[in-house]
């Protein structure tokens, strides 16, 4: 799994030096290195979404001070970023266009994707977090890989909006941008269920906690996909 991690990012890295020189457009290779700032928060979803987690200063010390997995370390280069600079790339080439719909649908497969990585991640013990399983009985993997598309598919807007930006100014927005989104998705928009895990509450209170971030993670979705649709 690491050799695969370490393999696609090279790839990924590859194509994003050869389009800087082809197409003059170094957001590619600043998108990567912004997917690898993201694997900062790591020990914090770790720490937020681990369901047997005892709220001491002991455990809080002990997984913020555990190392980063070296497949997540390089992974996040291209966990994120690589379907929203695909489409980006897609809508440089007038192979896509922006519209609510077509937008809305981006943002499925960008589900998808993140669904599939979730599972195979889960599957191979890269992650610690226990996800609760969804009502209706929906998978669990399901609310990661929900928050994760939105990353991607935020990611995608900004990509959008300032790939015409000059190189300092592509560097001050595109670098930082996954990490403030992870922040704010999986942190903010999150909040009403890791707060919930913390307090250890009642399953009705879990319930309300997954209704609560469904609930904001589609009023979110909803706004970028408002906000892609009006790009020119």
């Given at each position: ?126 992650w610690d977090a226990t996800w609760p399983t969804l009502p209706l009985g929906l998978p669990g993997a399901l609310l990661p890989a929900t928050m994760a598309g939105l990353i ?81």
């Amino acid at each position: 799994m690491i050799a695969l991690a370490i393999f696609v990012t090279i790839l990924c890295y590859g194509l994003a030096g050869y389009l800087w020189y082809r197409q003059r457009a170094p957001i590619y290779l600043f998108g990567l290195i912004s997917g690898h700032l993201s694997a900062l928060a790591t020990p914090l979803w770790r720490l937020l979404y681990g369901v047997n987690f005892s709220p001491s200063l002991e455990t809080i010390q002990s997984v913020i001070g555990e190392p980063i997995p070296t497949a997540v370390l390089f992974a996040s280069a291209w966990y994120y970023p690589l379907p929203a600079a695909l489409v980006l790339y897609l809508y440089t080439t007038r192979w896509w266009f922006p519209g609510y719909l077509t937008s809305l649908i981006t943002f499925l497969i960008f589900l998808l994707y993140h669904l599939l990585i979730e599972t195979i991640g889960l599957r191979a013990n890269l992650w610690d977090a226990t996800w609760p399983t969804l009502p209706l009985g929906l998978p669990g993997a399901l609310l990661p890989a929900t928050m994760a598309g939105l990353i991607s598919y935020s990611l995608l807007y900004i990509f959008l909006s300032t790939y015409r930006y000059a190189l300092l100014s592509l560097i001050l927005v595109i670098v930082p941008a996954t990490l403030g989104l992870s922040l704010a998705v999986r942190g903010i928009l999150g909040a009403p269920l890791w707060v919930t895990l913390l307090l250890d509450g009642a399953p009705w209170m879990l319930n309300i906690g997954l209704f609560s971030v469904v609930a904001l993670l589609g009023w979110a979705v909803h706004i970028v996909t408002v906000g892609i649709s009006r790009v020119e």
